[in-house]
């Protein structure tokens, strides 16, 4: 019998700007262990109302000024790309479900179409909750605008997406980047050392 | 002219778990650049009560559960004893005392008797508030407990332990481990790599 592959989640939220930066490490660490990183975009202020934390702007502001600063620290670090943006934090409804509407209908289109998501927000200081930058978005990646918009508003669309807030909850899930290993959960880009080193004792 | 030691502080508090994870860890980080840790004793309550930030035990269950998780799965990835504590947070005042109070009077005992204090706590299940434990710990030190039980009622030491919360938060210094170099912060047991990083390019 050959066995499955290993698979963690990889909850994340368009505006969170370590999802961004771990965006960008969790597929590669993944791939390290022949193992698969299940994308799972999720909304931080669903999240925030069961557990009653504070988004960044309600912070105070010696804690405040010092995670904006280790925004830039970090992806300097990771040499990744990062401007904070103007526009913080940002509206992530709409590109959460035009992320699930692609993962069933393109999934191949699906990875492309979120870094490009999370280039737009912390590259370019655009903000992914007008229509118009999700729009530009999709058609530098090839996908119809227009259809997008239409699975934006489908029915199926939106459950899913209270599905995944839903499965956060479910699985303890009370911030984001969080990666779930069996059960393990792993908050922030910080700890991904920490899921390579369980995925390394997975396969001892 | 001699260029100085370079120095960076090391904000700590004797009942924070990660406090205990990086000070097995800044004096080696701070040797390979020739530099020196400044082991700076606060009170996460008086600092707290700036940033009205919560204590573990306060926090929404999804995420104390994860922390107390995490303390162990992170001391074991540093190959570190951790046994999370049946009384916590403990009440540090006296440990921070003595530590000052060291400081001044056998600065060369400080370093063995902090690392003693922080194992009473979390490898031995200890309470490190407790009188007793803090005498047995001195004790084991080659330290006298009556001269230390006298120093921690100094009003000098006292006002040592005032002026070093003071000083924390002049620094905006909202919680520990937390080391400063150069006026940046560098929070957490997750951040000393950044340290490293912002030392190696110092020396660069």
Request: net charge neutral.
């Amino acid at each position: 019998m050959q066995s499955p592959v290993r698979q963690f989640d990889f909850f994340f939220d368009f505006t969170s700007p370590y999802s961004y930066l771990a965006a960008h490490r969790v597929d590669a660490l993944a791939e390290r262990h022949g193992a698969r990183a299940r994308w799972v975009p999720v909304l931080l202020g669903a999240i925030f109302k069961h557990t009653q934390a504070l988004p960044l702007t309600a912070l105070h502001p010696w804690k405040a000024g010092y995670s904006v600063m280790d925004f830039g620290r970090s992806a300097r670090l990771l040499d990744v790309s990062y401007r904070h943006p103007t526009v913080f934090p940002q509206n992530t409804v709409s590109v959460a479900r035009a992320f699930l509407w692609l993962q069933r209908t393109q999934p191949r289109a699906a990875r492309a179409f979120a870094l490009a998501a999370f280039a737009a927000t912390f590259e370019h200081d655009q903000d992914i909750g007008r229509p118009d930058t999700l729009a530009a978005v999709a058609t530098a990646c090839g996908i119809d605008p227009q259809a997008m918009a239409a699975g934006i508003q489908d029915p199926e669309v939106k459950a899913m997406l209270v599905a995944t807030n839903e499965e956060a909850a479910a699985k303890e899930v009370f911030g984001a980047p969080m990666c779930v290993l069996d059960g393990e959960r792993f908050w922030g880009l910080d700890r991904l050392p920490h899921l390579d080193a369980a995925l390394t004792e997975a396969r001892a």
